[in-house]
């Protein structure tokens, strides 16, 4: 990893870019040691790269989220006739219960299908729809002989803003896509209150987790973005 960045070369010293090794070893950047500060300053940088784990945690995100789909034949008022696409994750393992978007199932009677990563597409049904909220649960049973992986869910502290997450979804129905960013505030201008964050969110990614990229937990359930064209990843969840 280029470390320095200054523009120097933090290499092995054959580039000729004025970086020579000392007799310990050490790098003697032209005529001037680096201090101890800047070393200490240089492996904490290096121990921050070593301690992120967002790939782990992007990996197990793939054996709990899964891909929804929702005819819709016959809306209710404010509802939309055709066919939903979105995401879930399981919470509960044992009675195959899955959270996501109450807009992703439809509060009108729906046929509901959930397919989790490699498999087909089966049958669901609903458990509890929250319009206001924006928030359903929906019950599958697995293939027999698989066993289900629950999401560890952040219930205590709300996390802080700059707090790294990811969102892990199906955008544009490119199946089980991460991006990641920061909680970039807290705001309860749309109804209720929402989580705001600079990861990306697009359609597909609705009912996914937003996850803690450092602690794994679901901090939030993917749910809008700001459709303004001048705004830059404005999502919500």
Known sequence: LPLDSGGGCS??????????????????????????????????????????????????AQAYTVRIKTSVPVPFSGDSRGILIGAGFVVDAGRGWIMTNAHVVSRSPARVQVAFHGQEYGPARKVYVDPFLDLAV???????????????????????????VGAYGHPWLFYYTGTRGIVSGVTSKYRTEYLQTDAPID???????????????????????????????????
């Open 203 to 237: 359609s597909g990614n609705s009912g996914g987790p937003l996850i803690s990229l450092t602690s794994g937990k679901i901090v939030g359930i993917n749910t809008a973005a700001m459709r303004e064209p001048r705004s830059k990843n404005t999502s919500f969840a």
């Open 138 to 164: 929906i019950e599958t049973q697995p293939d027999k002989g698989r066993k289900l992986a629950a999401a560890e869910l952040e219930c205590r502290d709300q996390p802080a803003m700059g707090h790294p």
């Open 11 to 60: 290499c092995c010293g054959d580039c000729g870019d004025g970086v020579r090794r000392s007799r310990g070893g050490g790098v003697i950047n032209g005529d001037t040691a680096a201090s101890g500060k800047a070393a200490g300053s240089r492996q904490k940088r290096i121990d921050t790269f070593a301690q992120d784990n967002s790939e782990d945690i992007f990996r197990k």
